[in-house]
């Protein structure tokens, strides 16, 4: 029994990754270990909408300047 349902279907694996939190998107990338938001929420891919079981980090906003 393989429990790999982790697996994006997209031609390259994770093309982009985001969480939904409050029905919003926010951009997000694989981080080495958990943040308070991703023990919270899931990631998923942008594009398939695989969940992403590993952790990950909000990118940051780009700066307006
Ligand atoms: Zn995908």
Sequence with gaps: MTDD???CLCP???PRLI???EEREYNVTPAP???PA???YLAQC???RTPYKHAW???PPPDPR
């Design 5 to 7: 349902q982790s697996t």
């Design 12 to 14: 390259t694996p994770w």
């Design 19 to 21: 969480t939904v939190i």
């Design 33 to 35: 270990a958990h943040s």
């Design 38 to 40: 991703s023990a919270l």
């Design 46 to 48: 942008a594009a398939c």
């Design 57 to 59: 980090k909000r990118v």
